[in-house]
């Protein structure tokens, strides 16, 4: 077993828990944005949008904002903040300057604001993932590789040290990171435009999930997991198989995202093959997180960032199996354009790489502010809503998607496919209801820790001066 188990550290660190909170907090106003636009969209499928009328609200421009709080503010925000206090613990070194941290987290989040504006206010660009209008690219990709920079100096300090499989994670999303936005916002815009800059924005697309979400999500938990846990992950080898089974096949599957489309169909079938490769990934690391899990089930029930973790890890399962589905030529022929899509895509990344973030908010935020949080009874209903709220989304999604794929096949007239579906859109709303009011309740709880936090220091700086210790 790699002596760098993050279960056996103990030693104590240098981390800027600073930027820690700084980065945790935008996630968090940002996880909000991300529900009140993707509720007021789904309300316009049902003839309910909020700002009818209103142009610099219009719904395919709050659609682009949605995502792009998801992508950028919500999961980058999180990932930066864990990696903040992540990476000092794994390779005993300061990320690179405190000044620059800061330095990028004002720059990345002004990026992320500006954008946002900016294609409210009609800028956006017609490109997947790569909405963010074309003056801002330049400056996102040097703001994503100065993080990296920062990210990536302790880890090249500690070279000379064996790795646990986390760093081995980090590193490679944090390489990858800035190389695939260069390639998808700026490759198809400048050099390579028609089908040959689609299949590179398929590309992109994928990759950002996969190269960027998908290996701080798990390395993350690798981390995370045997800490709550108490024990060492279950097999030090079977984690780095999944790493480079992810290497290996991730960069290959984008043209999956544009099957029965004029990309040539030689890669389309060879993104077909490289799908099914990430199975053999997706099941290594599912069953090293059970496997490690093994005889302490009983935290599913006591530990709220163990159960995020478990749920988050099967709607990893899930997303998978269905990938192995709608991968095929002929399932393609039906789900293309569908709500199965946005269905597979909210499972993904709502209940996967969501609930890991909030099991690590949930593990380090008491731990920032040195104390407890306010109320469990409030983490249960987060939880319980969250879930509910995103397999409901999902289930419903992937059924108005088939039905919809089957009357378009049949050449039933397309209006009659929107009224058929609007039973699964009112229940998507209701699902949606059920994240909002989930996100709120963490929201409040995350709050009050904070606030609580406060008047207890504050009260105890008047009697004694507190101690404040280093996080180990
Ligand atoms: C109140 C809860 C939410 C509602 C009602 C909602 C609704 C929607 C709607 C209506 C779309 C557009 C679907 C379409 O174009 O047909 C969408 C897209 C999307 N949403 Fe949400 N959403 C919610 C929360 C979230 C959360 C929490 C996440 C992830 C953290 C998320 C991730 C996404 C993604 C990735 C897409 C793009 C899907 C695609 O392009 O296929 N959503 N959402």
Not at 214 to 223: D, E, N, Q, R
Not at 414 to 434: D, H, M, Q, S, Y
Request: net charge positive; aromatic share 18%; hydrophobic share 50%.
């Amino acid at each position: 077993m790699n002596s760098n188990n993050p279960s056996t550290a103990s030693k104590s660190f240098p981390i800027y828990e600073d930027l820690v909170k700084a980065h945790f907090i935008a996630a968090i106003v940002y996880s909000v944005i991300v529900v009140l636009t993707g509720m007021s969209f789904a309300l316009q499928f049902l003839s309910l949008y909020p700002f009818p009328g209103v142009e610099f609200l219009s719904p395919g421009r709050v659609r682009m904002t949605h995502t792009m709080a998801v992508a950028y503010g919500w999961l980058a925000n999180g990932f930066f903040a864990i990696l903040h206090y992540v990476i000092p613990k794994l390779t005993g070194n300061a990320t690179f300057s405190k000044k620059l941290g800061w330095i990028c987290f004002i720059v990345f989040n002004c990026l992320v604001v500006l954008s946002e504006i900016l294609i409210l206010a009609g800028y956006g660009q017609a490109v997947e993932w790569g909405e963010t209008p074309v003056i801002m690219d330049p400056l996102i990709a040097i703001a994503a590789t100065l993080a990296c920079f920062n990210f990536l100096a302790p880890i090249w300090k500690a070279r000379h040290k064996s790795f646990y499989v986390s760093v081995w994670y980090i590193t490679a999303a944090l390489v990858w990171a800035p190389l695939v936005y260069v390639m998808g916002n700026f490759i198809p815009q400048y050099w390579m435009p028609g089908s040959g800059g689609a299949a590179i924005t398929s590309m992109y697309i994928h990759d950002l999930v996969g190269l960027f979400v998908t290996p701080l999500g798990v390395g993350l938990v690798y981390y995370l997991l045997p800490v709550l846990l108490k024990k060492p992950v279950y097999s030090h080898a079977l984690s780095l198989t999944g790493f480079w089974g992810l290497a290996f096949f991730y960069p290959m599957n984008g043209a999956h995202h544009y099957l029965q489309s004029p990309i040539p169909l030689w890669s389309q079938y060879a993104a077909i093959v490289a799908s099914i490769g990430i199975h053999v990934v997706v099941y290594t690391v599912i069953f090293n997180y059970f496997a490690t899990m093994q005889g302490e089930y009983k935290q599913l029930v006591t530990s709220i960032p163990v159960r995020f973790i478990a749920v988050g890890s099967i709607c990893y399962l899930l997303t998978c199996i269905q990938c192995a589905i709608q991968v095929t030529m002929s399932a393609q022929e039906i789900i293309h354009f569908t709500d199965w899509v946005p269905g597979h895509a909210h499972l993904v990344l709502f209940g996967t790489f969501s609930f890991w973030l909030y099991a690590w908010i949930y593990y380090l935020w008491p731990r920032i502010f040195k104390t407890e949080l306010y109320s469990r009874t409030m983490c249960e209903w987060h939880f319980w809503l969250a879930a509910i709220g995103v397999i409901v989304m999902w289930l419903d999604l992937l059924a108005a998607g088939l039905m919809q794929g089957f009357m378009w096949k049949n050449l039933v007239p397309f209006i009659n496919t929107v009224e058929a579906t609007k039973p699964f859109w009112w229940t998507r709303a209701l699902a949606g209801t059920c994240i909002l009011v989930s996100e709120f309740v963490f929201v409040v709880n995350i709050f009050m820790t904070w606030k609580y936090r406060r008047q207890a220091f504050n009260e105890q700086k008047l009697n004694e001066p507190l101690t404040r210790t280093k996080t180990a």
